[in-house]
């Protein structure tokens, strides 16, 4: 089991555990789309996530663009930037996370990676 550890101040130091559901309530996936264990991983503590979650599925690649577009903002995350081409690059944040989705495929076999980390405040 992958463990480190995370320090919210100086002197508290919160260990890492992978999670034991690779999946995230607030953090959308496509109906027909599944997870793919063997390549996902996820840590996280009381104060931090930071993840990796692969899925696989089939779908029109707008309309899985547009299912982010559309759910994303009901679970409180704002669309930082969308890159469209070969693969597709959608980023997110709430008020303390970075969610990046990538799409990479097309119509018959589309890969998602879903990377939740904490988002950096200077």
Same mark, same amino acid.
């Given at each position: ?60 690649? !707008? ?50 990676? !879903? ?8």
């Amino acid at each position: 089991m992958p463990e480190g550890s995370y320090s919210d101040s100086a002197d508290e130091q919160v260990p890492y555990a992978v999670a034991r559901q690779l999946r995230y309530d607030d953090v959308p996936v496509p109906y027909n789309f599944y997870l793919i264990p063997s390549k996902s991983l996820s840590v996280e503590n009381k104060s931090i996530r930071i993840s990796s979650l692969h899925y696989k599925g089939r779908a029109d690649r !707008i309309l899985v663009i547009n299912f982010y577009k559309n759910n994303m903002p009901t679970y409180g995350w704002e669309l930082i930037n969308l890159i469209e081409g070969d693969q597709t690059v959608m980023n997110y944040s709430n008020s303390s996370e970075i969610c990046t989705i990538l799409m990479i495929g097309d119509t018959s076999d589309i890969t998602l990676t !879903i990377s939740l980390s904490p988002e950096d405040k200077k």
